[in-house]
């Protein structure tokens, strides 16, 4: 059973997520930072995710594309910014359906007891774009992304 957390406060410009992993570090990292890996769980269930690019470094840019069976496509992208690895990395988030509403995220990984606990600190730009961004079905989205996850560690493991 998924113990994923997000914490939504009033007024504020942040989600955090928190979620544990029934695997080590190393092995969450390798799952969320290569990009055949990546393709197998990020997204919503009923999509296909394309990673068109994913360079992982400081600097570096990723653009990943999600498709429906109808050949609907929804496509999203962002820089990286710090890669502390298998730690942390920063990166912006924006998706190409809304351009210009960009928000920053911190992901954090730590191991406790041959388990690891993924922190996720989202910072938008405004309250608005964080409520828009919630109203939009992220928990459900971010939900079933870290059930696929975990499902693709226990294979890896």
Partial sequence: MSDLK????PGRQDVVMTRTFDAPRELVWRA????????????LDETTTVIDRLDFCPGG?????????DGQE???????HDVNGPESFTQTFEFE?????????????????GRTLYTSLAVFQSVE??????ASGMET???QSMDRLEELLRTLG
Wanted: net charge negative; aromatic share 10%; proline share 3%.
């Fill in 32 to 43: 969320m930072t290569e990009p055949e890996l990546v393709a197998r769980w990020w997204g």
């Fill in 6 to 9: 997000v914490v939504v406060e």
């Fill in 141 to 143: 989205g971010a939900g």
């Fill in 97 to 113: 359906g809304m351009p210009g509403h960009v928000l920053l995220e911190r992901h954090s990984l730590e191991e406790v007891d």
């Fill in 74 to 80: 929804y496509a999203f992208h962002g820089v990286i």
């Fill in 61 to 69: 840019s990723w653009r990943f594309v999600e498709r429906e069976d």
């Fill in 129 to 134: 774009d964080r409520d828009g961004m919630v």
